[in-house]
């Protein structure tokens, strides 16, 4: 993309009513607009990023066999009220009435309608286990919204549902979930730890949270400090292999890591003292195992392989995908702006021209744009007549990972820069070496 | 895809609450599920042509330079008192009121929203043209929905607005989009027309609607037959070019072709009489330009290079993405089952197994699964233990293009089957033969 082709408008000031960081840099990098309290218009940026992120929670959930549909973003009341949540749930589920004066809510979550797609259709233990997820627009009336997409009221959710036949297979789904977020977590440049968590409204026995750490976090959270040491990496996973995916689960939920809803002093003093460890978190993930009881409220019976029925074991799934824009902020910044991890930056490379309407320096800058798009990747050419100064400014807010300077004086000794976002190191080589280290560097990603 | 493991709740009858075609097979295909009057889930198959055609209208949409965002799904009742809309606008818009009992609505469509946006960040002359669009689920609270997705009340569109410093700038915009959705429609297998149309409550004189002739269409139309034989097909397109780019909608519209609601007799009876045709179609598609009309009422004023300050010229253009999944359906079907242009299927190809359990017809078909899935395609693969009737029946209705069957027989000759869908066409050839010819035929969609 070529700027002055683009919708990028950055803010020179900071917005009055950012707190925090990743709302600030998101106002100031032309990413979010706000059009009502908790509601925002995600601009070009921030719309390439929340879909490079949708992209990875996609192909992190197909790889773990779980499957994509799409429930509507209004839900009739009557589904609720089988569940008893209607009244449960308070002032944040946002209460419609149509035309025709029925009943209707803007879903805060969807248990209740993939419940009864469920009942619809299944029948049998021969059609388990199934895994259903979508990625839909929730709205939740937060009295008082803030801190931007970290605390929003409309928000863009991951939300995935496992059916079994029976509790040990509803926790390999659980267990399946923790190990396909990791992998997810990871691909965005995150560190995620897994936390032990209290049940809350939806119920259930087990759940964990996923935690990025980071100063601005909701959550008090206390951690062995190795927790932050493990990857999954690579690995190869066969998401059918209970033994496999629970020990990677074990894995990364045996060091204490706990929020403080579910902190035990006496636990957490057994962890060696230097690797003790108290800060702040932000909640990216949550998974649950709560057995039977949507099914049972709701008769989503099965047939098993002994004829008999029973209420289906359940579980739930979600990643907040909205919010973790702001969680990535949050995690990779610096005082000049944003620093994207490759695996979700919108654009994979930045290209700068430091003197735009110079003929060969122009040429350059269109070739090097040109031959990253020939490799598949995505770069954004700052083709404006500014300053370098500006060009620098506005790169280093909006926070691609690496950036290409093209100058005059470079090109006549057969260079060109390219620049590392995060560690501003700077290394001189030839516009073809330059394209082929992108090239290998995203390979990986 | 394996269907053992897959989510696809195909219907033995027809649902008695469907009365056109597109519904009937929807349903029976396992594709959406009806949540509320109006409002559906879109189940895993449903969901998977959704995806495809909404990748389509990205896609062209980015060729034509058009920019994509997203505006959320609920609005401020006062950008729409700003426009003089929030009280024209009938019992169609769903009104909201928030915990704080403010104002909101469920928005129908997004002029407000987006002048709102341009207002906030631009200014000058400079930064046009600009177009912006999104995908973004919608809601109109229909009196009386029916016809499935065709008329929803929660309904997904692709919405652009086209903001320019001049009439010309943005009539080339209009022209623009007209361009852009002849190709869209066409990468679907669709013959939609240009017609001219009534403005109707958004305002301005150039519209057109872009309709699909099928039986089951709203719209009563008048064309010259012609007008079915033009194609845009591959040609390069400079959207930049106001000449090539007028030439082309000059030849897509210059044939008689318009709605009862733009109907002129006298005209119509120029068209040469075995070629005057009268028939029905689908809306899939409208453009409009409307001028100052919304840039005036809530100042969206911009610097012209002479240093006047001019409110910008606008117009909107919209595609019905999810009532596409009708009226393709609509427009090509038999009496078996949905048949899907190559352009929009929910799966490259099916594999019918004839003899499930038997170890070589077994072997072959997981060979060409991975044969197929290793050329980039995306197979659905017929792995029930189900009589080969069953199996076939299913196929037909779900409407894969093309299908492979292997049994023992054939693979004690060396070959399987390839089957058209559309023509019902079999050939006989060597497993290897028929995954080449798939990739092939593939490569130009």
Redesign the interface.
């Known amino acids: 993309m070529r700027l002055t082709?683009?919708?990028l408008?950055v803010l020179k000031e900071n917005p009055a009513e950012a707190q925090i960081v990743s709302h600030r840099y998101m106002l100031r990098a032309?990413m979010i607009?706000q059009?009502?309290a908790g509601?925002?218009?995600?601009?070009?940026m921030?719309?390439k990023v929340?879909k490079r992120i949708e992209q990875i929670v996609h192909e992190e959930q197909i790889r773990a066999?779980h499957?994509?549909?799409?429930?509507?973003?209004?839900?009739?009341a009557d589904?609720w009220r089988e569940s008893g949540r209607y009244d449960d749930y308070g002032?944040?589920m946002?209460r419609?009435k149509?035309?025709h004066d029925?009943d209707?809510l803007?879903g805060p979550t969807n248990e209740e309608?993939i419940t009864?797609?469920f009942r619809?259709?299944?029948g049998s233990y021969k059609?388990l286990p199934?895994t259903?997820y979508?990625i839909q627009?929730k709205?939740r009336?937060e009295?008082r919204p803030r801190f931007g997409v970290m605390r929003g009221?409309?928000f863009l959710m991951k939300d995935g549902y496992n059916f079994d036949v029976d509790k040990a297979a509803a926790l390999h789904a659980y267990n399946r979930h923790m190990v396909s977020y990791l992998r997810t977590y990871e691909r965005m440049g995150l560190t995620a730890i897994p936390m032990r968590a209290a049940s809350g409204p939806i119920g259930g026995d087990n759940t964990h949270e996923f935690l990025v750490l980071a100063a601005t976090g909701e959550s008090e959270v206390f951690y062995d400090s190795a927790v932050t040491d493990l990857k999954l990496g690579q690995r190869e996973v066969d998401f059918d292999d209970r033994d496999q995916v629970k020990a990677i689960c074990d894995e990364f939920t045996t060091l204490y890591a706990r929020t403080d809803e579910t902190h035990d002093a006496a636990l957490f003093d057994a962890v060696p003292e230097e690797r003790r460890k108290v800060g702040r978190g932000i909640e990216v993930g949550q998974i649950f195992y709560f057995g039977t009881k949507y099914s049972e409220a709701m008769g989503a019976n099965v047939v098993t392989a002994d004829g008999s029925r029973v209420p289906v074991e359940m579980g739930s799934h979600g990643i907040g995908v909205s919010r973790l824009l702001g969680a990535i902020i949050e995690a990779s910044h610096d005082d000049k702006g944003i620093i994207w991890p490759e695996g979700v930056t919108p654009f994979h490379a930045g290209i700068v021209n430091l003197k735009q309407g110079d003929t060969a320096t122009d040429a350059a800058c269109d070739a090097i744009y040109k031959a990253l798009k020939a490799k598949g990747l995505d770069p954004l050419y700052d083709d404006r007549d500014e300053r370098a100064g500006a060009k620098f400014a506005t790169m280093d807010l909006i926070g691609l990972p690496w950036r290409v300077t093209v100058g005059p004086r470079g090109l006549a000794n057969g260079v060109v820069e390219l620049t590392s976002r995060r560690t501003g190191v700077s290394e001189e080589l030839t516009a073809e070496a330059a394209v082929a280290r992108l090239a290998e560097i995203y390979a990986d990603w």
Do not use: C, N
């Not at 499957?67 to 009739?76: K, V, Y």
């Open positions: 082709r683009y919708f408008p032309g607009k059009q009502a509601i925002y218009s995600w601009l070009p921030g719309f929340l066999g499957i994509p549909l799409l429930m509507p973003t209004l839900q009739p589904l002032q944040e946002l419609i149509d035309r029925r209707m803007y309608m009864d797609i619809s259709h299944v059609d199934l259903l979508h627009w709205f009336d009295v009221r409309e």
